[in-house]
């Protein structure tokens, strides 16, 4: 159990180390917006029909994955903070998105792998937390935290071992926004490219997207009241 824990510390750092590197990229490029003023969906919309993509449509999202390719149903899905704004982070995530559609339009397999962890992971790490919480203050901690532990361990580290698929993806998209001569100086070609390589490191797992979509719905509720 000693070696489980280790290997989830081990995980979880590579985790946070990610996470926080690409949030902080994220937030200096939020400030600048691209001179053309194109929103996520049209750069998006842009891409596809570059590479001859017609069967992939894109919809704004609210759901537990608001930035997320689903190869099953062919659908770029963006949060509405990515849909519609023209800062070099919106873009960059929207392209992000993009590039694994191309991905999947070119037979790359490594991305069904990738997106079928992410989606079952973050599915299933909220009703594991839910169930987990009144089973501790029952007493059975000691059963089921390390089950816990043991699947977000795995998770990360399947994340980990993966990342080189999402590189991949900012790759290929790049290509094509270069193709399409979408930037007019070097600062914005730059400030969005960063930003997709951060993302492009920043490990997905189950329990800070279980979490951040319960601060999302928190949220709602909040402004909900308020008004």
Known sequence: MQLVFLLFLIAVTGTMWGRTRFLKIYKQEASHVLSTRTNGAELVETVLWKCGIKDVAVTKGHGLLPDFYDPDQRRI???PQH????TYSALAIAALQAGKAIQHHQGHRPLLWRTAAIRWGAQLSLPMLLVAIPLVALGMGKTILPLLVLFWCLLAFWNLITIPT???AGLRVCRVL???ELFRNLD????VERVI???STAYIDGISVAISWLGRLLNSWKQAEAN
Do not use: C, K, P, Q
């Open 77 to 79: 899905t963006l949060s």
């Open 83 to 86: 849909f519609n704004a023209s």
């Open 166 to 168: 999402e590189v991949d």
């Open 178 to 180: 270069e193709e399409l």
């Open 188 to 191: 914005e070609r730059i400030g």
């Open 197 to 199: 390589g951060a993302a």
